[in-house]
């Protein structure tokens, strides 16, 4: 499955964003996906991740309560929706696939990557 990530932006700390990541090549509703970032010298973290069919999720302490991960099997599309930015949420997030039925947190999980979006929090 290909995997494109859009959506990022520059935002004032307190605001909001969401990501979208559309999916093409293969059936959608067959992976279980997740979005990960990765700040400046630092390494990629997990933040959220969605079932098959999106009846479980799971999310990075960092984003609980203020980051919505949800899915559309119909168009083929990833969102993450980002409330309260705060600056340490700067980074490039991406999107992940993994032909599973759960939810996963390690990187080496997910074996299709899309290319990054950049999200920049302002002070």
């Known amino acids: 499955v290909q995997l494109q990530a859009f959506g990022g932006g520059l935002v004032q700390a307190g605001g909001s964003l969401r990501l979208s990541c559309a999916a093409s090549?293969?059936?959608?509703?067959?992976?279980?996906m997740g979005w990960f970032r990765q700040a400046p010298g630092k390494e990629r973290e997990f933040v959220a991740a969605i079932s098959r069919a999106g009846t479980r999720t799971n999310y990075a302490t960092s984003a609980k309560g203020r980051f919505t991960i949800s899915r559309d099997n119909a168009m083929n599309e990833l969102y993450l929706q980002m409330n309260k930015l705060k600056p340490e949420d700067t980074a490039v997030y991406y999107c992940?696939?993994?032909?599973?039925?759960?939810?996963?947190?390690?990187?080496?999980?997910?074996?299709?990557w899309g290319q990054g979006t950049q999200v920049t929090v302002s002070s």
């Open positions: 992940a696939a993994r032909p599973d039925v759960t939810c996963a947190t390690p990187a080496t999980d997910y074996g299709n």
């Open positions: 090549g293969r059936t959608f509703s067959n992976y279980a």
